[in-house]
Each structure stands twice: as structure tokens, then as C-alpha cells.
């Protein structure tokens, strides 16, 4: 785990560690700030989370019950006189 100002320093070694397979966690102001990856690690990522997730359209079919009949009562219309 790298400070920032040791980071910003050594950035060619962040940066070469990352290549070599090995994340590099970066702290600001004594908490966690960034991960360095390498390229093909973050596209593995990306690959990943796109591929787990749904469409919208399957989430909203996905809705436990039907939304056509809840189970809240039905409001009456009331008379109107004009």
C-alpha cells in the first residue's frame, strides 16, 4: 500500500507492479484511495460486470408481483357537480 506523495514519487514502480499482475492500493491522507490495475486487468472487469448484469427492462419484468393489482385499495371517484 502506497501513500500518495511515496505513489506520485515512485510512480514508475506503481505502475510496473501493476503490469506485473499485483494491484497497487494508494492511501490519501491515511485512507483508502485508488487502485492502480493494468490495462487488461481493468478490462477483465468491465468484461465481467457487463456480462453480469441485466437489462433494465428484464429487472423491471423480473418484479415479484403484478403491478396491475396491488394490494392497496382502489380509490372511488367521487361526484363532481359543475
Do not use: C
Not at 514508475?12 to 493494468?38: M, N
Not at 441485466?54 to 363532481?80: N, T
Request: charged share 25%; proline share 7%.
Amino acid at each position: 500500500m502506497w501513500n500518495l506523495q511515496d505513489a506520485k514519487n515512485r510512480f514508475s514502480t506503481v505502475v510496473a507492479d501493476a503490469l506485473a499482475g499485483q494491484p497497487q492500493h494508494v492511501t490519501r491522507r491515511g485512507k483508502p484511495a485508488v487502485v492502480v490495475l493494468s490495462e487488461d486487468d481493468y478490462r477483465q472487469l468491465v468484461a465481467a460486470a457487463h456480462a453480469s448484469r441485466e437489462s433494465f427492462a428484464d429487472h423491471i419484468l423480473a418484479f415479484p408481483g403484478d403491478p396491475e393489482r396491488e394490494s392497496r385499495p382502489l380509490a372511488q371517484p367521487r361526484d363532481v357537480t359543475l
